[in-house]
């Protein structure tokens, strides 16, 4: 597991969101093992999941913050960081990386200056290395939101980043 | 009665490749070629040879077209549905051959397969029970609950041999008897769709194409143990999957399949999705319990054995989806019919996801007993691009390495573990002279490491320092006691784990300098990667005899390494380059410069 980080862009959750989510937790919180449904319940709503809406869930499923906290940061999937518009994902499985999807990444870094799991500073971008998402046949994948670019190279990454900085 | 099916496969590697988008666009074709009632279009689970997608398949011809495109779609329209002229162009090639071939069934690649776990995957639409129930779907389960007693469907997967398919290889029939054995009124169900090895995609496919398949499996492995309620635990990053397992529940539910007084017999079985969130770990059965019960998901130690405290602290049958995947068949078509396949002690078919350096990426399902020699050349159409095969990894993060004197083993759960590696889930990523094996090693360790739980002490800190020994390999800084004592700490993490990702973290490692000790030594005495892949110890060289003295790579290089020479090469007009190895940064951008391959790297 990596380490754990914390972001420091302001919460600016909306009252309609935590009713949305108060309501779901509603039915959740009736299943045995619900903490790990909530969660992603609660970043379906969030789309990531700060401490203020850790509180939420913990609240609404009487468990302590600290054991929802141990299990939100525990999963990959689980992010405390908010994503950017456009998230990036860059496939790391072992098909991917024998085609050289480590150099991709690297790209990828270069040119936004932001590391793994970090956001650009607009908020436009974020990055995230994944394990195998199972399109082995496009080696390398890198994937824009649900857009998904096979086979490429080094060369090809400033070009799919220009198309959504326009 | 429609005259034509047009079959798309919306597998999750056609789908990534636009897929859904040619189905669109033939049903919009065909309602303008006014066929809408002759011709019927299906959308399938994976075909298998992801490579060539996306995929499109018509009958009844059987016209197989490769790397469609939606460009492609009116042209097939109204050549082949309407005129009856195949379109030549995007049939499939063989890529050892450059032969047209017209059928799927005509492929190498089909040709020495086996189909009894994907036999419906292609074939039927998944999210239509009816065409599950057509191919026989849930005739088991009536067998079972109207003409079986719980004893004698054990018996009968027992006697079939089947192996847990999830990679250890456990009889399949013992779990279950175990669990039928155990006290308690309360039992469970669960089933292991938490494919987390990179590389493979077995389970997701089955899942995509043939779900139904899993969960007449679950029910009819309820009834024998006696459980009502069922989970399936699968990986979140397998959207397609998720949707369609999930409407394949809903439709089983309303035909009375699921749920209460199933076929008024009085059994009653319920089945549940959750949702993994990303832990590798969670693939170990305790591990995948304690995350559905709502916790971190760590391994608990065993005994107690689910079969006896499993999930919610009752007894809990857990398999993995190949292996449901078979139940009915067996039930079906016997014990005796599942032996026929595979070898004495692996008895059945195995599903490999072929990926890395190979012509033919995909889904294979092969008897066991198969060489490995067949699955790379004759079905995966071997390496390409004339590069030398050097091994074959299976078994993931947890497997090994099989090299090229081991082709002809034939592939089944004992053969494997002879030779140091392991069947896993049936990742199979194949290796040319290009990848470096300490790299190979140091890429699995730095996954584990990653994905280690921290729960025990020799996984948590023994990885970490093993990954340290491969890094200081790769970098030129270790040396022949690093060696010895590295591999000393690998037998120290096998032994002392806590659960089965620790104790098979160091496999890549130990199966690596089993095969391939000389290019640890390279790296260590001799500072180089023969593969040249690690970067710290490639050096870019200029061959002077190649070089036209054009400055090309002077003008790219971001480090100013790179001078001209006073040596002027016969039949040239400037003076050659070279470069200046301590102020080299190993970019390689002199390297993509140079027109005229005069920079090579070694």
Known sequence: MGKIKLTTVPFQGTEAQEKELRAKLADIKKLPGALMPALQAAQGVYGYLPVEVQAIVAEELNVPLEKVFGVSTFYSQFTLNPRGKYQISVCLGTACYVKGSGDIINEVKNILKIDNDECTPDRKFSLLETRCIGCCGLAPVLSVNDEVYGRITTKDVAGIIAKYNA | ?602
Not at chain 2, 218 to 246: H, K
Not at chain 2, 501 to 520: H, I
Request: proline share 4%; aromatic share 8%.
């Open chain 2, 1 to 602: 009665m429609y005259r034509s099916h047009v079959l798309v496969c919306g597998g999750t590697g056609c789908h990534s490749n636009n897929s859904a988008n040619i189905l669109k666009a033939f049903n919009e074709e065909i309602a303008k070629a006014n066929l809408t009632a002759d011709v019927q279009t299906v959308q399938t689970g994976c075909f298998g040879l992801c490579a060539v997608g996306p995929v499109v398949i018509v009958y009844p011809e059987g016209a197989f077209y490769s790397c469609v495109k939606v460009e492609d779609v009116p042209e097939i329209v109204s050549e082949h549905l309407v005129k009856g002229r195949l379109v030549e162009r995007l049939l499939y090639k063989e890529k050892a051959t450059g032969k047209t071939v017209k059928a799927l069934s005509e492929t190498n690649f089909y040709k020495k397969q086996t189909r009894v776990v994907l036999r419906n995957c292609g074939v039927i639409n998944p999210e239509n029970i009816d065409e599950y129930i057509a191919m026989d779907g849930y005739q088991a389960l009536i067998k079972v609950l109207t003409k079986m007693q719980p004893q004698e469907v054990i018996d009968e997967v027992l006697a079939s041999g089947l192996r847990g398919r999830g990679g250890a290889g456990f009889p399949t029939g013992r779990k279950w008897q175990f669990t039928k054995d155990a006290v308690g009124d309360v039992k469970y169900v669960a089933c292991n769709a938490d494919e987390g090895d990179p590389g493979a995609f077995m389970d997701r496919s089955v899942l995509e194409g043939d779900p139904h398949a899993v969960i007449e499996a679950m029910a009819i492995a309820a009834y024998a143990i006696g459980a009502q309620q069922g989970y399936v635990y699968v990986r979140a990053e397998y959207p397609i999957a998720v949707r369609r397992l999930q409407i394949a529940i809903d439709q089983a539910k309303e035909y009375g399949l699921l749920g209460k007084n199933i076929l008024g017999t009085g059994f009653n079985f319920d089945l549940e999705i959750r949702l993994g969130a990303g832990a590798f770990v969670c693939g170990e059965e305790t591990a995948l319990m304690t995350s559905i019960e709502g916790n971190r998901g760590e391994p608990r130690v065993r005994p107690p054995f689910p079969a006896h405290k499993g999930l919610f602290g009752k007894p809990t049958v857990l398999n993995n989806v190949e292996t449901y995947a078979n139940i009915a068949q067996i039930i079906l078509k016997g014990a005796d019919w599942f032996k026929s396949m595979g070898t004495e002690k692996s008895r059945g078919t195995k599903v490999f996801a072929l990926g890395g350096k190979i012509v033919n990426t995909g889904l294979v399902e092969i008897p066991m007993g198969t060489t490995l020699r067949e699955v790379i050349e004759d079905i995966g159409g071997g390496v390409p691009n004339g590069k030398k095969f050097k091994a074959a990894q299976t078994g993931g993060p947890s497997g090994g390495c099989i090299p090229a004197e081991h082709f002809d083993i034939p592939i089944d759960y004992d053969n494997l573990i002879s030779i140091g590696s392991m069947m896993g889930s049936g990742g199979m990523i194949v290796m040319d002279e290009d990848n470096c094996m300490v790299d190979i090693a140091k890429f699995f360790l730095t996954f584990t490491v990653d994905e280690s739980c921290g729960k025990c002490t020799p996984c948590r800190i023994g990885n970490k320092r093993l990954l340290e020994y491969l890094d200081k390999i790769t970098s030129g800084k270790a040396t022949m006691q690093d060696l010895e004592d590295m591999e000393k700490l690998c037998y120290y993490i096998k032994d002392n784990s806590l659960c089965g990702l620790g104790q098979t973290a160091p496999n890549p490692v130990l199966s690596t300098l089993r095969y391939f000790r000389d290019e640890y030594i390279a790296h260590i005495r001799d500072k180089k990667c023969p593969a040249g892949v690690c970067k710290s110890l490639l050096q870019y060289k200029i061959i002077k005899d190649n070089c036209i003295g054009c400055g090309m790579c002077q003008r790219q290089c971001p480090a100013n390494a790179i001078s001209r020479t006073d040596y002027i090469a016969p039949g040239k007009k400037l003076a050659a380059m070279e470069i200046d190895p301590s102020k080299c940064v190993k970019c390689g951008a002199c390297m993509s410069t140079c027109k005229f391959k005069a920079i090579i790297k070694e």
